[in-house]
């Protein structure tokens, strides 16, 4: 029986109880604090409405005061129950020493103490809390002091208190706190739900990425990962399937270098090896032996050749190329490297046309910029049509100096035209037209160009030409 593997969690899972976490507690701290807030205005609000009526009243005592001086009044009794009964409130009425006038010593409350009347001295008291003897709720206390004008006599000092019910605002509040639990729960179920259906297409994506990279892992590149454009991932999984295809065309051109480079190395040490036994055990003639000696040294430099492709080729990756910056004569160096192609020109009955008008010099590697046009001019001359012709222009503007090799031919198919600098890269006319090569030439001519701040640009027309232009400082680096 197999042990009971357990399943790992999915990335969703994580972030759905982080997201949920972090949404409650958002919501909490909001809702707490507009709880409070609300608490707090609707507190003010009834404070400032007992303080109103308490002024209000306080007014209609001072008038019937100022008319009539018996404090014991009946209109004045009335006028304070009358209150209560609107207001639904229970009042007091003190005069300045605090005797209680209203209702009368029997009720036994005493709200005027001397903190108050010290407090009053400043400001009116206005306090939320517990005042009677027997409270259970919370009451509110409201207590004035005012004046009341006399004819012939001093404005005489009356305090007026008031104590209102104040429950409902405790209801108010735990009204609030369901209301805000019941919101938060809602919340945070419905974004649960919510994110666990996103989730689930997410963790879907994630096991098609990883599947996919598993697969890439094993050396596998031709898996791809095949995602919606509307999902989250698509970008994503875009870019790995480009890696892999990068990935893949690298290991092809791998491939294809380590045959090629073998196929070259095998047939010139074949032809070596074969021609230098014949002369070592008598089969060639001595009267021959010059000739096929000739042959071997021929071999021998298309070796040196290949390994110095190849050698430059990691020096100019690896950074370790230097520059040795001269005065270089680029009309000179363009007719010296056309003479070593004379005899492949005069085979095709190629017309050479540009050399007489070329005349440019620039700070630049004599050495370097010599293998740039070398490859430029044996690449021409490998390509242009029997009886063609093979262009060249030079010029200056702007301190950049135009070098332009042309030749009309078959030219080169628009899918070719972002390849052709590639390392090892051989179109399908090259394969059947350079059997030598190993598609170094461009991709090192690229590089040296690039060495010297400068740029190299093919322009090509399906059956018309193709033109590779060099552009660098004129001055140097």
């Known amino acids: 029986m197999k042990p009971f593997k ?23 701290i909001t809702g ?68 209680e006038l209203y209702p009368g010593e029997s009720d036994g409350m005493r709200l005027l103490t001397p903190s108050v009347r010290s407090y009053l001295e400043r400001d009116d008291y ?24 006399q004819k012939d006599s001093e404005p005489k000092q009356f305090y007026l208190a008031a104590l209102s019910d104040a429950s409902h605002l405790q209801e108010y509040s735990l009204m609030l706190v369901r209301n805000l639990v019941v919101c938060l729960l809602i919340a945070v179920l ?3 739900v919510l994110f666990r259906l996103g989730a689930r297409r997410l963790d879907m994506q994630f096991e098609e990425i990883s599947h996919v990279t598993r697969q890439y892992a094993e050396g596998e590149f031709a898996a791809r990962v095949n995602l919606q ?79 110095n492709s190849m050698l430059n080729l990691t020096k100019f990756e690896a950074g370790e190329m230097q520059l040795r910056i001269a005065q270089v004569d680029i009309a000179k160096l363009l007719i010296k490297t056309v003479l070593m192609f004379e005899k492949r020109i005069n085979d095709k009955n190629v017309e050479v046309e540009g050399l007489e008008e070329a005349e440019l010099v620039v700070k630049a590697d004599e050495d370097l ?64 037209k350079d059997k030598t090569g190993l598609g170094l030439g461009l991709s090192i001519a690229r590089k040296i160009v690039h060495l010297h701040q400068g740029h190299i640009v093919v322009k090509s027309v399906r059956g018309e030409y193709t033109s590779f232009e060099v552009q660098i400082p004129v001055d140097g680096v």
Not at 129 to 149: D, H, M, Q, T
């Open 126 to 149: 206005l306090e939320l809390g517990y005042f009677s003897e027997n409270a259970e709720k919370p009451e509110l206390c409201c207590v004035i002091r005012f004046y009341v004008e």
């Open 190 to 192: 419905v974004f649960m």
């Open 369 to 432: 910029m010599f293998q740039v046009l070398y490859n430029l001019i044996e690449n021409a001359v490998k390509f242009v049509n029997e009886g063609g012709t093979i262009s060249f222009a030079t010029r200056t503007e702007k301190g950049i100096a135009y070098i332009e090799v042309k030749n009309t031919g078959e030219g080169l198919k628009d899918d070719e035209l972002p390849k052709i600098f590639d390392r090892f890269y051989k179109t399908d006319t090259s394969r059947s």
């Open 229 to 307: 454009e509307h999902d989250a991932l698509y970008p994503f999984g875009c870019t790995l399937n480009r890696m892999a295809e990068f990935i893949e065309q690298n290991e092809t051109t791998r491939r294809n270098f380590v045959a090629n480079v073998s196929h070259e190395l095998r047939t010139p040490m074949t032809t070596i090896g074969g021609f230098a036994d014949g002369i070592l055990d008598g089969t060639i003639p001595p009267e021959q032996e010059r000739r096929y000696i000739k042959i071997i040294a021929e071999e021998i430099h298309r070796l040196r050749t290949l390994v």
């Open 32 to 99: 707490v604090v507009m709880v409070c807030s609300a608490v707090a205005t609707y507190s003010d609000m009834i404070k400032t409405t007992l303080l109103q009526n308490t002024e209000a009243l306080s007014a209609n005592i001072s008038d019937i005061y100022s008319h009539e001086y018996d404090t014991s009044d009946p209109e004045l009794r009335q006028l304070i129950r009358t209150a209560e009964n609107e207001y639904g409130y229970r009042l007091w009425l003190y005069d300045s020493t605090a005797k």
């Open 6 to 28: 357990k399943k790992a969690p999915s990335l969703s899972d994580g972030y759905l109880k982080l997201s949920g976490l972090l949404l409650f507690c958002g919501i909490l």
